[in-house]
């Protein structure tokens, strides 16, 4: 049994009790009214969560405009679907521009009633966690934290691409959250008020996935959903050979043909990838044809450990959002637990600090600091691996001078890693002058930003 509830404003009784009828049979809940006093008594007292909405009522053929238009400024969330006959189909049309989600004709077909009725109250379940997702401003907001070029630039670059109605291809390792950024897309953009369906591409079923996202015959899939909204088709470059070829044929007419039923939909495409695009189209796993089409904009995000910069910055941004994201009270790293924290890896990215930083709060729950033994293990044994990479055995093999100089490059090494290459953060920290520092690295060849500033 549904808990939804569908209203019927017609003033033929016949038609009335046939739609509340079938309707009923779904298990959905019914409401009706004769005319416009009724409909809006009920839509004030007990709102709807759709509305079928006769155009011709009483004498005046274009009743159901006006009523389209008072219901708008009562509530602007019910879909409404317009019940049209022969002689109103340019009216139907009009009030589509004006609001209404679609329209049926008289005499209408059950099965089409139906699909519609299921499509407009699955767009209305969509518009509703697209609000939710708006008010959660962490996971969105979390991107222009940081002070790497990325982070700095990524907002214009987003303003830009939102503007536009081109198709964006994301390239990112797992643990990024892509999504957010597609979402942010899409809410900045002229279709904020449609759906945002996000539809992850790995699938053990892939012919359910084919059905969920194309359809099928009877049912509306995940393209038509986004219909005047977004798709963001997280890890597209996971989808089976069959849906590339769908997928291709449907970004190419804006259509394609499921069995008998042809399927349009005008939905703006966002899709990522955490693959190595590369080798998947070199390998044909991904369809070259498919990459062009959906390559239109692309956004490049650095995994965390090639931008280092922006490690602390996000931890003091989950730290000072710690109760409203986590539940726990905010409170401060210690120097040597901030040291493994920039000096690690992050393999999961922005979702493995997040969860650090929540356990971390979690571990010192007693405690004023969080100190190093708060940290999960694997980030302990990474910086133990780091900072004491070199055994006595392997010392013991080296004259002095050899070992000192093999232990400086480690060390710097590392103390270059952990503050991004930038030079004068790194001789702060370890006490040198800058100049010398500069001279040391060159000396032992050390890599900073990604090119050798020495030793070939």
Not at 15 to 31: H, M, N, P, Q, W
Not at 141 to 146: A, I, Q, R, W
Not at 436 to 455: D, F, M, Q, Y
Request: charged content about 30%.
């Amino acid at each position: 049994m549904s808990n939804e509830t569908i209203l019927t404003v017609d003033d033929e009784t016949e038609v009335r009790s046939l739609i509340s009828d079938v309707l009923s049979d779904e298990g959905y809940k019914t409401a009706s009214a004769a005319d416009e006093t009724e409909a809006l008594s009920i839509i004030k007292n007990s709102p709807p969560d759709l509305i079928f909405l006769d155009l011709w009522i009483g004498e005046d053929e274009s009743a159901g405009l006006k009523i389209l238009e008072k219901i708008r400024q009562i509530n602007g969330e019910i879909p409404i679907i317009i019940i049209s006959g022969h002689g109103t189909i340019d009216a139907a049309v009009q009030a589509i521009r004006k609001g209404a989600f679609d329209f049926i004709e008289k005499p209408f077909v059950t099965d089409r009633l139906l699909l519609t009725c299921k499509r407009a109250l699955e767009v209305r379940r969509l518009k509703r966690e697209n609000s939710a997702l708006r008010l959660n401003k962490f996971d969105v907001g979390v991107f222009f934290v940081g002070k790497s070029l990325f982070s700095s630039s990524i907002k214009t670059l987003i303003d830009k691409v939102a503007s536009s109605n081109s198709r964006v291809f994301i390239k990112s390792k797992i643990g990024m959250g892509v999504e957010s950024i597609a979402f942010r897309i899409h809410n900045d953009s002229a279709r904020k008020t449609g759906p945002f369906v996000h539809v992850n591409c790995f699938a053990d079923n892939k012919e359910k996935f084919e059905a969920e996202l194309f359809g099928t015959e009877k049912l509306y899939g995940n393209i038509e959903k986004a219909d005047s909204g977004t798709l963001f088709l997280d890890d597209v470059t996971k989808l089976s050979k069959e849906c590339q070829v769908k997928l291709l044929q449907f970004l190419q007419e804006n259509s394609c043909l499921i069995g008998s039923r042809r399927v349009y939909s005008d939905a703006r495409v966002i899709c990522s990838s955490s693959d190595d695009v590369d080798l998947a189209l070199s390998s044909e796993k991904f369809s070259r044809e498919l990459f062009y089409r959906l390559n239109i904009v692309s956004i490049d995000i650095p995994s965390l450990k090639d931008r280092r910069e922006d490690i602390i910055p996000l931890v003091s941004y989950y730290l000072s959002n710690s109760e409203a994201i986590f539940g726990l009270k905010p409170k401060n790293f210690t120097e040597s637990a901030i040291a493994i924290l920039q000096s690690y890896d992050w393999p999961g990215n922005i979702a493995q600090l997040k969860n650090v930083v929540e356990s971390s709060l979690i571990n010192s729950a007693k405690a004023a600091e969080i100190d190093k033994s708060s940290l999960p293990p694997e980030l302990t044994s990474s910086a133990k691996e780091k900072f004491v990479s070199l055994n006595a055995a392997k010392f013991i093999s080296l004259q002095i001078k050899e070992a000192k100089e093999c232990f400086e490059s480690n060390y710097m090494q590392a103390q270059i890693e952990r503050f991004s290459g930038n030079i004068s953060k790194t001789a702060k920290f370890i006490g040198m002058e800058r100049s010398a520092l500069h001279r040391k690295l060159k000396t032992l060849g050390i890599v900073s930003k990604n090119k050798r500033i020495g030793k070939k």
